[in-house]
């Protein structure tokens, strides 16, 4: 491992492992190309990385355009495994990733409570039900809120935390590097990496669920500044009026478009207390109250969509999180609102969507912890 960190010092070794790991199994040839190296640059900076067990030669053979066909490079999936930690204000989901972020295993643990102590206490078992400690090569967590550097969370509303040194904290527990990231930052370097992103040069991220959560990819770069944990676009208004958000704002994404959001409108119009999957399944099955909710939240995201693909020229949405099975139910009074919204030259606008559950968020932390730990660079 002490070998894989001093490489990762080193830019261009830096950048072929990435365009390995991204588009791999790749040729030697067009991995150059790719880099802008010669052959000879480019065996050089792979000889450690094979020799790390980082990298390793394909099986397969490709003609080469003068002399033997050589073997393309890809990642060695099993050189390390990582964990990965979705934190909620109730739970931490993990999982087991290998280097290429396929989930090998999974664990969940409720919170016994939102002290610090409680919570990195829960986090270590959640680590050691995948493992002994030293079968992992670092620990990735995302969470809810804002992360300051040297991965301090400076603020984890669903936790009530400020200040927290939680990278530290963990490190002292499983002698593990450990990164810290935000929840929405982290999907996404898990979709530019592994997912519905993989080769896009740009493409935005939307989640719903207890929040509203927005993640940006341009030029091949995740934007994350210091603000993309206070999710900002939870305050982007879709109504002139309408039900307020916790802060006051009335009728923007958080005060419409949020699980409990739906929930209440649903209790508002009948009376009723049901789940949002419930209040989904009704409006599927074509209940009038459920029904006329869901499409105007429908429509509400198309706008939502459309405005981020307008501002951002990005032309691919990627639609995730727990409370993104409203793309599927409302998807006719989105696609109408997307339409509504754009310029009709403009290019057609992709929506892809991704899986919902916890699993996937930790993913996205441990995907962190890859890019970090064996890679070090934040993009």
């Known amino acids: 491992m002490e070998a894989v960190r001093s490489l990762a010092l080193h830019s261009p070794a830096r950048a072929l492992a990435r365009e390995v790991l991204v ?39 490709v003609a080469a ?14 050189a390390h495994r990582f ?41 270590v078992e959640a680590i050691t039900d995948l493992g002994p400690l030293d079968a992992f090569s670092g620990v990735g967590i995302s969470i809810g809120g804002k992360v300051g550097s040297g991965a301090r969370v400076v603020r984890a509303p669903f936790l009530g935390w400020r200040d927290v040194p939680l990278a530290d904290l963990l490190h002292q527990r499983t002698g593990l590097p450990v990164v810290v990231e935000n929840d929405v930052v982290a999907l996404t370097i898990a979709e530019q990496w592994f997912g519905a992103g993989r080769g896009e040069k740009d493409f935005a991220v939307l989640t719903i669920g207890v929040g509203v ?4 990819v341009i030029n091949d770069s995740v934007i994350a500044p210091p603000d993309a944990g206070l999710g900002l676009v939870g305050h982007y208004p879709l109504e002139a009026s309408g039900l307020e958000c916790p802060d006051g704002h009335e009728g923007c994404a958080s005060a419409v478009l949020t699980i409990p959001a739906i929930c209440s409108q649903f209790t508002a119009a009948t009376g009723e207390k049901r789940t949002y999957e419930d209040i989904l399944g009704l409006a599927a099955e074509g209940h009038p109250a459920a029904c006329g909710i869901v499409e105007a939240a429908g ?15 990005v032309d691919l949405v990627i639609l995730s999180g727990e409370g993104m099975d409203l793309a599927e139910v409302a998807a006719a009074p989105l696609q109408d609102s997307v339409a509504y919204h754009r310029d009709p030259e403009a290019a057609p606008l992709r929506l892809r969507r991704q899986p919902t559950d916890f699993a996937q968020w930790a993913r996205g932390a441990a995907a962190v912890a890859i890019q970090r730990t064996i890679l070090g660079t934040l993009g």
Request: glycine share 10%; aromatic share 2%; hydrophobic share 40%.
């Open 23 to 61: 588009r791999g199994p790749i040729s030697r040839a067009d991995l150059a190309a790719r880099l802008g190296l010669s052959i000879a640059s480019l065996t050089r900076l792979s000889k450690p990385l094979l020799d790390a067990g980082v990298l390793r030669e394909s099986e397969e053979h």
């Open 83 to 123: 964990v990965g930690i979705k934190l909620t204000g109730h739970s931490a989901a993990a999982v087991a990733t290998n280097l290429k972020s396929d989930v090998i295993d999974t664990s969940e643990r409720v919170l016994p409570g939102q002290g610090v102590d409680d919570v990195v206490g829960t986090i």
């Open 213 to 216: 959560g927005y993640g940006l």
């Open 65 to 78: 355009p003068i002399g033997r066909p050589t073997r393309p490079l890809e990642i060695s999936p099993d």
């Open 299 to 313: 429509w509400r995201l198309g706008l939502l969509v459309s405005a981020v693909a307008n501002l951002t020229m």
